[in-house]
């Protein structure tokens, strides 16, 4: 007999899934925008996956405003603006000032910087992280989680489980280890 899942064990994996897909999202957007603002490619983030948590966070904190909730698209803009900018300044903030001067961004040196506020959040950034949250918000989360709904439980946990071993593994190694190895912590 086939154990199926619950309806909240497919919620779950649908958020984890779709944390990830930001994280992913992210990334690429960052690669693809430093590659027009230096002119060449350079690695983003410290672990060795295609992920960055800021914006893992930003994908799981608009997965839980807007799952299973209709918000219009000019209120989704406005709160993903709004909170991609509180958590983008806070997360700047946080680690320039409190963990030693730590800079993982710096809108200071970037192209487009208009609106920036002590090189922590532009208005550029905050806009373009709109237009994702909308589009992700909108679109993306509905969808997604629809397809974790219906997808055969088997091959779903399998792919779950996987990669929240790889992303586990990439949290521990690239954000913890090697910053013990490199004096910090």
Known sequence: MKKELTEKQRTIIGIFLLTVMGAFIGWVYEMIFYRIDLGYFIKRGHGF????PIYAFGALGLTLIVYKR???????FIMSVVG??????ATG?????????IRLWDYNVEIWNWGNIDGFVCARSVLI???FGTIFGALIIPRFMTFVKNAKARPLVIFSTILAIVVGVDV???????SIINGGL
């Not at 996956?49 to 960055?52: F, H, I, R, S, T």
């Not at 521990?172 to 090697?178: D, P, R, T, V």
């Open 49 to 52: 996956g295609p992920w960055l």
């Open 70 to 76: 209709k918000i219009h698209p000019v209120l989704l």
């Open 84 to 89: 991609s900018g509180i958590i983008e300044y």
């Open 93 to 101: 903030w946080v680690l320039y000032n409190l963990m030693g001067g």
């Open 129 to 131: 992280f709109g237009v």
């Open 172 to 178: 521990i190694y690239g954000y913890i280890i090697k």
